[in-house]
């Protein structure tokens, strides 16, 4: 199964807090937080063709272009799957992964999943009934490690499924 993640710049190693204009990006195959979970998608056989990044400010000053790119991206590229995330309890990174994961599961045939934590209420309530929202610890929380699983599984799982691990 392909895979094409989209990190926020925390995420995908580009700055931190501070650097939330940080222009879209794309390096192939995995990077950044990529790391921690990459044997357990080698054990799913998930192959990751690339990680997409972009500040979540830049990313609303610049939505229109961003997710264009992004669709293109996906047209080019033919992943099975974009993974939004983990976006643990980042609310404006948990905000654009949603965006991005609607307007591509919109535009393209690529199966789109966004992963964050329940802090996220707000974004979870708006776009739960739109995309796939999986569920998983806020950053420090315990249960990463299944959480990390969990998603693996739905990735590599048929559409169609409806996991317990989703929120509803």
């Not at 949603?98 to 591509?104: F, G, M, P, Q, R």
Request: with cysteine.
């Amino acid at each position: 199964m392909k895979v094409i993640l989209l990190f926020d710049q925390i995420q995908a190693g580009y700055g931190g807090k501070e650097r939330p204009n940080t222009p879209l990006g794309l390096e192939k195959g995995g990077i950044g937080s990529y790391l921690m979970f990459k044997d357990v998608f080698a054990a799913h056989d998930l192959k990751v063709l690339a990680t997409v990044y972009c500040g979540p400010d830049y990313f609303q000053a610049n939505k229109e272009e961003v997710l264009h790119k992004i669709a293109n991206l996906m047209k080019k590229a033919q992943p099975d799957v974009l993974l939004c995330g983990p976006c643990f309890n980042y609310d404006t990174y948990a905000q654009m992964a949603a965006e991005v994961a609607a307007y591509i599961q919109d535009q393209t045939p690529v199966r789109t999943y966004v992963a964050c934590s329940a802090e996220n209420e707000a974004v979870v309530d708006r776009y739960k009934d739109q995309v796939k929202i999986i569920q998983m610890p806020k950053k420090g929380g315990v249960g990463l490690t299944d959480a990390l699983h969990h998603i693996a599984e739905i990735l590599s799982g048929p559409a169609e499924a409806d996991w317990p691990h989703f929120f509803h």
